[in-house]
């Protein structure tokens, strides 16, 4: 009676720790190999200009049962940008637009956080923070669209999410070149954290 | 992109304005030290602004003015502070005393404070930098910061040092050497650090031709704090924060340092040397910045 009853805990305990829905106010960590942060500008009107920033770092507390406790942080490294042109790229990370060497740092953290269901049955996280860029910090609301929560490759707790945004870039003191180079920026960042 | 618009508003009007302003103040004073200050101070930061002006309109801009958001906009202070220490230098011997140690003060201040907060000197409060820094350590900071602030009061020193020696020549040649500054920083990469470079320059050549024209005794050491924090302000700002090389940043100080400063001012030969070894320096690093730029196509 007393080993069935031990096997009973242990095998409860088994099924918890290997359950793939996240719980209450999990910890994640940013996944940069699944993590992408991308952008698109105008070039004087004639095409958009796609790049990317090749390193981003973060963390984010998800409580799917009270969102409102939800935390998300994220950090570019401002000096990783890459449009496929290197000339460009050391433009674009110079005084003329980034100054990374002065602002070496993207960030964004969430400030309020609250969710709803879109039309589809996803759920969004709506998520208001300070967003720094080129030393300027403003608050914008974000929508983070929870693609999937489930197991990874290795067993783990994973959540992905999908987020898309305009932003003016002389709201953030890069007024160089506009409008040859567009001032609105189209942002995409996709992410995917691994459950601590 | 040099534009029309930033040649009018970041040459011609600081140019125009340096004119105006110096033979105003020199009508009202007839003081040629006041005058050339007045001129550089106000030309140079109406430049500034005006460039601002052209991304953002004129109201955002004199908004930006008022909230330092980027090292560049802590050249409005430097410049400013630069005038107090010439200023109090003709108030006898404890004037000049207070003036060298306040040179001092600004040209240590100078570097700290357009590289506080970057990779070199992050701030203690800011974020976390996760990914690889180039942060100094406290000897690094001190052999950069003490050596900027060791070449700018030798280059103070020396242009107080040349106060009655050709004037006129000497404005002309600081201009040249700015207009070269601005030409070399564009050339590097950098069309923000250049079209500064290019403020000074207008406003250089203007408070020049004013000066001729009133046949002011006064040439550019009379405004030395506010030209020097201006010029090496940029230099600092473009070799940190862009990709001017330090050899390029030397000769560039060398050259502002042989057009404006003491140079053998008793012998004969001094007006002649001087040109020539300026437009040597210049020609050299104009050369270097051309190839590199070229190689770069």
Not at chain 1, 26 to 48: C, Q, R
Not at chain 1, 155 to 168: I, N, P, S
Not at chain 2, 186 to 196: E, P
Request: glycine share 10%; charged share 15%; aromatic share 10%.
């Amino acid at each position: 009676m007393k080993a069935l009853f031990l096997h009973s805990i242990v095998l409860v305990c088994l099924i918890l720790a290997s359950s793939p829905i996240a719980h209450a106010a999990d910890n994640y960590k940013l996944d940069p190999a699944h993590t992408s942060v991308i952008f698109g500008v105008s070039h004087m009107g004639f095409s958009y200009t796609y790049g990317r920033f090749n390193e981003v770092a973060g963390n984010y507390i998800l409580d799917q049962e009270n969102p409102a406790n939800s935390q998300f942080q994220l950090t570019i490294n401002a000096g990783s940008i890459d449009t496929g042109n290197e000339k460009r790229d050391e433009h674009l990370r110079g005084p003329d637009f980034f100054n990374v060497k002065q602002f070496p740092l993207i960030t964004f953290q969430s400030k309020q956080v609250s969710a709803s269901k879109n039309e589809a049955g996803e759920t969004v996280y709506e998520v208001t923070g300070d967003l720094t860029i080129h030393g300027v910090t403003r608050s914008v609301p974000i929508s983070l669209r929870l693609l999937k929560t489930g197991e990874g490759m290795q067993g783990e707790t994973r959540t992905g999410f999908l987020c898309e945004k305009h932003l003016m870039r002389t709201e953030y003191g890069m007024t160089n070149m506009v409008p040859a180079v567009g001032d609105e920026i189209a942002v995409t960042i996709s992410f995917e954290g691994v459950k601590e | 992109m040099i534009t029309l618009s930033g040649i009018l508003w970041g040459g011609v009007l600081p140019g125009v304005l340096a004119i105006g302003t110096l033979m105003s103040v020199w009508k009202l004073t007839h003081n040629a030290a006041s005058s050339w200050r007045t001129a550089v101070v106000a030309s140079f930061l109406v430049g500034m602004w005006a460039l601002d002006a052209i991304g953002v309109g004129v109201l955002a801009a004199i908004a930006k003015a008022l909230r330092i958001q980027e090292a560049k906009d802590f050249l409005t202070l430097l410049v400013i502070l630069g005038v107090f220490p010439d200023a109090l230098a003709s108030y006898g011997k404890q004037g000049r005393i207070i003036a060298w140690l306040l040179r001092i003060g600004l040209c240590l201040f100078l570097p700290w404070r357009l590289l506080a907060g970057s990779i070199y000197l992050p701030k203690a409060t800011a974020v976390p930098n996760p990914f690889n820094t180039s942060a100094w350590s406290t000897a690094e900071a001190i052999y950069w910061l003490g050596g900027i602030a060791i070449v700018l009061i030798g280059l103070w020193a020396i242009f107080i040092a040349a106060r009655d020696h050709a004037p006129r020549l000497r404005s002309a040649l600081t201009a040249m050497v700015a207009f070269a500054a601005a030409v070399t920083l564009t050339l590097s990469g950098s069309i923000t650090y250049g079209q500064l470079m290019g403020v000074l320059t207008a406003t250089l050549a203007g408070s020049t031709i004013a000066s001729a024209f009133g046949k002011l005794e006064r040439g550019p050491d009379a405004a030395a704090g506010p030209i020097l924090m201006a010029f090496a302000g940029v230099l600092v700002l473009a070799h940190f924060f862009a990709e001017l090389k330090l050899l390029y940043a030397a000769l560039l100080a060398l050259a502002l340092g042989v057009a404006g400063g003491w140079f053998f001012a008793e012998q004969k030969w001094s007006v002649i040397l001087r040109s020539a070894v300026c437009m040597i320096l210049l020609g050299a690093v104009l050369t270097l910045a051309w190839i590199d730029f070229a190689a770069a196509q």
